[in-house]
């Protein structure tokens, strides 16, 4: 099955800093690879994404990039804001003939003091 | 449509009882996911169905628990008897497949064992 690791586990940084969480993945059959973020209480909400045909994704604030042969994409955060704060979560996984689910990294928990 | 719906929200029970936790997926979904999630161990995947079918159901922990799928809008996880190590957030998400497996997450319910 697959293995997924994510770096820092904890990260804090000041507001209007950068932060970058960095996804391993095992599996390299793996062509999908999101990025959820969870807000304390609240449930995980996905907030990018990026397919294997593409390198990097911008989205505003955030962007992902996706380096396959060293199996490892990371999220970007530019600008930190307070709200940013909140749990990451990365979850390669397969599509398009792919293994449907999706395995869950531990999670990194990103303050941005204010 | 109201999103994934989940009930109870909070359950709080004593050890050996049975529990029973429900959901309901975005109708036109084909997957349903049954996650659980503790400090310790993360987002653990469960089990998941396609077209009410059980695919996947290697991340059950012991035959204390069950997962079942009558049809496309409803679905049940049962542990019986429970125990104080089954209290965690459980969470139910769905999703379809269109060329992205992007999960919809139900807000969850969160069950105490005493």
């Known amino acids: 099955g697959e293995n997924v690791e994510q770096h820092p586990s904890t990260l804090s940084v000041q507001e209007g800093d950068s932060a970058v969480i960095k996804c391993t993945y095992s599996?390299?059959?793996?062509?999908?690879f999101p990025w959820y973020k969870q807000e304390l209480g609240k449930r995980p909400q996905l907030i990018i994404d990026?397919?294997?045909?593409?390198g990097e994704k911008k989205d505003q604030r955030i962007a992902v990039t996706l380096n396959k042969t060293a199996k490892h994409f990371s999220l970007h955060i530019t600008e930190t804001q307070p709200e940013d704060s909140a749990v990451y979560f990365c979850?390669?996984?397969?599509?398009?003939?792919?293994?449907?689910?999706?395995?869950f990294g531990k999670g990194t928990k990103l303050t941005v003091n204010p | 449509d109201a999103g994934v719906i989940q009930s109870p929200r909070h359950e709080v029970t004593e050890m050996g009882q049975e529990v029973t936790l429900r959901c309901k997926p975005i109708?036109?979904?084909?997957?349903l996911f049954w996650y659980r999630q503790t400090m310790m161990r993360g987002l653990e995947l469960l089990i998941y169905?396609?077209?009410?079918?059980?695919?996947?159901d290697s991340g059950m922990p012991e035959d204390r628990f069950s997962a079942k799928m009558p049809n496309a809008s409803f679905s049940t996880l049962k542990i019986q008897p429970s125990e104080p190590r089954d209290s965690a957030v459980y969470f139910c998400?769905?999703?379809?497949?269109?060329?992205?497996?992007?999960?919809?997450f139900g807000a969850g319910s969160r069950l105490t064992v005493l």
């Open positions: 990026i397919r294997s045909n593409v």
């Open positions: 998400a769905s999703s379809y497949i269109s060329g992205a497996n992007v999960l919809t």
């Open positions: 979850a390669p996984g397969g599509i398009w003939g792919g293994s449907e689910k999706l395995v």
């Open positions: 109708s036109g979904h084909d997957y």
């Open positions: 599996d390299s059959a793996s062509n999908y």
């Open positions: 169905f396609n077209n009410n079918v059980p695919i996947d």
